[in-house]
């Protein structure tokens, strides 16, 4: 079965500053993507980013990136110059490619606060 | 397209009586999901749909649970004889094509309170 672990219960900073998210994961099959999603305070989920576990290259949208180690199983987000509309729970989540399913297992969160 | 709509918002009810929640995906989504997240927690997955064929159910789905998808189009997932336990928020997401990668849109959920 696969496992995603996030380690980081809360975590706050301050406005324009760099956070990077913690996030792990177990699995023994080597297809699969990994996604970051957000949750906002009443508010739907949202997709942040996704990362094709074939491709080496870090995905990155806009001021967030990932920090994707295949062989450690490891997947941090990074968020740069944070924003106050950042301030969200943020889930770390897998999919096993050969599903062709969006069939999500999820970490248990982090959340994140913004300070002004 | 005003994205997922899940119906209704919140739910507070009884142990022992049944609930319903709907869930109407985006339009031409193919792919309904339904998720239950605990507080405290990250979502857990329960049920999916293509079309209107049920084609996974998880351990979690007991049989007092039901979700149905009768014209492919919007779902159902019914709980009869609701515990305490089966207070969670329940939320729903459609995604379009096949793939593992293809991005779901998630509802805002509907938070269930049993009492």
């Known amino acids: 079965a696969q496992t995603v672990t996030q380690s980081q219960p809360e975590m706050s900073v301050q406005e324009a500053e760099t956070v990077t998210l913690s996030c792990t994961y177990d699995?023994?099959?080597?297809?699969?993507?990994l996604f970051w999603y957000k949750q906002p305070p009443s508010r739907q989920m949202i997709l942040v980013i996704r990362?094709?576990?074939?491709?080496?290259q870090n995905a990155t949208e806009n001021r967030f990136s990932v920090n994707f180690q295949k062989a450690a199983k490891s997947f941090s987000l990074k968020i740069s110059d944070s924003q106050l509309g950042d301030t969200a729970m943020y889930f770390c989540?897998?999919?096993?490619?050969?599903?062709?399913?969006?069939?999500?297992?999820f970490g248990q969160g982090t959340r994140l606060t913004i300070n002004p | 397209d005003t994205g997922v709509s899940q119906d209704p918002r919140h739910k507070i009810t009884k142990r022992g009586q049944n609930v319903t929640f709907r869930c109407d995906p985006i339009?031409?989504?193919?792919?309904l999901y339904w998720y239950r997240q605990t507080l405290g927690q990250g979502p857990e997955f329960l049920t999916y749909?293509?079309?209107?064929?049920?084609?996974?159910k998880s351990r979690l789905l007991s049989d007092r649970f039901s979700a149905e998808r009768p014209k492919g189009s919007f779902s159902t997932l019914e709980i009869q004889h609701t515990e305490q336990g089966d207070s969670a928020m329940y939320l729903c997401?459609?995604?379009?094509?096949?793939?593992?990668?293809?991005?779901?849109?998630f509802g805002q959920g509907t938070r269930l309170t049993v009492v």
């Open positions: 997401a459609s995604s379009l094509g096949t793939g593992a990668d293809t991005e779901a849109f």
């Open positions: 699995t023994s099959e080597s297809n699969y993507y």
């Open positions: 990362q094709e576990a074939y491709k080496q």
């Open positions: 989540a897998f999919a096993l490619s050969f599903q062709g399913a969006q069939k999500l297992v």
């Open positions: 749909f293509q079309n209107e064929a049920q084609l996974e």
């Open positions: 339009s031409e989504h193919n792919r």
